[in-house]
């Protein structure tokens, strides 16, 4: 048994509106059915017709109508949105950027001018060196005897610190 096409899909074949394999079918079937043949004649006379008739009845505008809608057009006030766009344009904007990204490099700059930079005396850093070096046990401008470090709970006996003994090592202890 053939199927034939259903007038709705005959419709959409004309139109191009059916998918390629639909499509496909439906002008095998039309190359083979004289029945289908004859229907899908029919309709494409009545969308012909109908097509002229849409055509036939367009009305055109009105001349003085259009003129008095483009008259309109052009003398209309810009909104407020549209003035604020504006102002947004290229020409507006371009220069804005510059001046904001100047002031935004330059205003640091300026501010230390007027002010002067901040500065650290070099004695400040001297004086903080002399003061670690002193603390190192070992240092050439330590007055510690390294002979009375060796003997802690001598020379700290109130606060219970108590020495201990030199580490030594040996060649087990080494890792390769």
Same mark, same amino acid.
């Given at each position: #048994? *053939? &199927?034939?096409?259903?007038?709705?899909?005959?419709? %959409?074949? *004309?139109?191009? =509106?059916?998918? $390629?394999e639909a499509d496909a079918s439906v002008y095998a079937h039309l190359e083979v059915c004289p029945r289908c043949k004859?229907?899908?004649?029919?309709?494409? @006379?009545?969308?012909?017709?109908?097509?002229?008739?849409?055509?036939?009845?367009?009305?055109?505008? /009105?001349?003085?109508?259009?003129?008095?809608?483009?008259?309109?057009?052009?003398?209309?006030?810009?909104?407020?949105?549209?003035?604020?766009?504006?102002?947004?344009?290229?020409?507006?904007?371009? /220069?804005?950027?510059?001046? *904001?990204?100047? *002031?935004?490099?330059?205003? /640091?700059?300026?501010?230390?001018?007027?002010?002067?930079?901040?500065?650290?005396?070099?004695?400040?850093?001297?004086?903080?060196?002399?003061? #670690?070096?002193?603390? +190192?046990?070992?240092? %050439?401008? @330590?007055?510690? %005897?390294?002979?009375?470090?060796?003997?802690?709970?001598?020379?700290?006996?109130?606060?219970? +610190?108590?020495? #201990?003994?030199? $580490?030594?090592?040996? @060649? =087990? &202890? +080494?890792?390769?």
């Amino acid at each position: #048994m *053939i &199927d034939h096409p259903t007038n709705a899909e005959l419709i %959409d074949y *004309i139109h191009g =509106a059916l998918a $390629a394999e639909a499509d496909a079918s439906v002008y095998a079937h039309l190359e083979v059915c004289p029945r289908c043949k004859e229907e899908y004649a029919a309709e494409v @006379t009545l969308s012909e017709l109908l097509r002229r008739e849409a055509t036939r009845e367009e009305r055109e505008i /009105p001349p003085a109508l259009k003129g008095a809608i483009w008259k309109r057009v052009r003398n209309a006030e810009p909104s407020g949105f549209a003035r604020f766009r504006a102002f947004f344009r290229p020409a507006v904007a371009l /220069p804005l950027a510059v001046a *904001i990204a100047l *002031i935004a490099f330059l205003g /640091p700059v300026y501010e230390r001018a007027q002010h002067g930079a901040p500065s650290i005396d070099a004695s400040y850093y001297l004086q903080g060196h002399a003061a #670690m070096n002193g603390t +190192v046990p070992f240092s %050439d401008q @330590t007055g510690a %005897d390294p002979s009375a470090l060796e003997n802690i709970s001598a020379t700290y006996p109130a606060q219970g +610190v108590t020495a #201990m003994a030199p $580490a030594s090592y040996t @060649t =087990a &202890d +080494v890792r390769p």
